[in-house]
């Protein structure tokens, strides 16, 4: 099966996230089929905190692919913000 999930990035206490789509059985961090965006979660200033291309995500949804947990929420808060943004 397929998964949209976090893969981690960054140095120790600076943790930074990819946002992949990947083989559900393959590691955390392991080769991916496709990278559609990332999470820092530690951004300050002008820094771009979370950044997605919901149309590879849709298109991956569309074909069966299970979002995680954490991932689901973070696209969730992504579509509030850009249709407030609207």
Known sequence: MVTIRLSRRGAKRAPFYQIVVT?????????YIERIGFFNP?????????????????HWLER???????????IKNHRKQTAAAS
Do not use: N, T
């Open 23 to 31: 083989d559900s059985r393959a590691r955390r961090d392991s080769g």
């Open 42 to 58: 530690v951004a300050r200033g002008q820094e771009v905190p979370l950044e997605i291309d919901m149309a590879r995500v849709d």
């Open 64 to 74: 069966g692919a299970a979002p995680s947990e954490r991932v689901g929420q973070l």
